[in-house]
């Protein structure tokens, strides 16, 4: 929670009036990449939600959100997958559970906006075969990218990075209070332990 904390509290001075006259696009930030990374597995919410609501309504019951056995092989593959890459096991599973929160973030999000607006829930269910090797992908772009910026995520200043890399996606404009608050929780995650 502190770090969260950190994070509103950077933004705040990096969109202040002093520093809003600089161009995000001025530059590549050493942890825009990371990001992105983050932002391209949140998306995936989106379809896992309307796959969930869909066979929900099939079948007359809720959208179960939480998959605890698939959520154990994800962090077992990654910690694994970290350990190849001499990253702590504690600090992956922590950075995993930040992903899969914050796609619950956005599964949950949009199902309860589909429940007040029926309009609006899907009628047909996405293809999750192809859901899942994005997932997969990304997890393992996530594992490399935590490797090759291990000085970043472990510095005392790593809040600060983050929320520059964050706040800049949020400038693009591209992402719905929804999603802007789903990154913010899985970019949480991404500083190591200390």
Known sequence: MRLVALMIVSAAVMVS???ASADPGDHVR???RLVALVVERLDTGDAVAAAKWVSAARTGT???IDDPAREAVVYDSMARLGADRDLPENWVRQVFAGQIESNKIVQRGLITRWRFD???APGSAPDLTVV???IDRVN????DQLAARRAELTAPDCAERLAGSVFGVFGAGNTDALHQA???RAAAAL???R
């Open 17 to 19: 009036p002093l520093s």
């Open 30 to 32: 050493p942890l825009d």
């Open 62 to 64: 809720e959208p179960t």
């Open 118 to 120: 029926q309009a609006a």
């Open 132 to 134: 899942r090797p994005v």
């Open 140 to 143: 393992v772009e996530i594992v």
């Open 182 to 184: 789903a990154l913010v």
């Open 191 to 193: 500083c190591a332990p």
